[in-house]
């Protein structure tokens, strides 16, 4: 697939930043979480790693040192961190009704996330997923998260797909896909600019989930 398809296919749906607005969330939650274990980092450099898998988040914020000693147990203390906050997390607007409009015009919808299994079924129910989205995945799917292409990988194999398209808000979603060999787009809404997801591969980006509906044609989903 190379740019707009033309005909319903496999589309793979990021979750976080993209259908549900935590990258914030995330964010501080990372931030907690290094806290309770001695280390002071910027939120903004956090930031700029979300949507990273936590696999490598922390040996590229703070060291090969610090992920040998200690990766594990910052891994751990952000998602306790995080899941103090996920409840205030919220889709962002027309997200399981897009869901919809994309089973009802044939597409075949994978949410093709690396959530722990206690985050990807809150989102599964506050985007109303079930019965909308053929498959999903989560961080037990795959050894080795985004930037590395095996999340995409897992997420076609889920649906028996060799190609699909990648919709997501970060520049490792873009990387991943690319590394997977499908295209990709992303929305604005991880907090990435318009130029760097480009130049990570985005065909294009979009400033929300309604301007990527418009692009790709989807019509208003059915009750």
Known sequence: ???KPRTPGTILLDVDGTLVDTNYHHA???YRGFRQHGLTLPVWRLHRHIGMG???LVKAV???RVERELGDAIRESASQRYAEVM???APFAGAADMLGALRDEGWTAVLASSARQSELDHYIEILHARGRVAAWTGADDVAATKPEPDLI????GKVGATSGLMVGDSVFDCAAAARA???SVALLTGGFSREELTEAGALEVFESLGEFQEWLGLRAAAN
């Open 1 to 3: 697939m190379h740019g």
């Open 28 to 30: 501080v939650a990372w």
């Open 54 to 56: 936590g696999d490598h």
């Open 62 to 64: 703070a060291g090969e």
């Open 87 to 89: 409840e205030e997390a």
């Open 153 to 156: 990988q897992a997420a076609l």
């Open 181 to 183: 060999g499908i295209d």
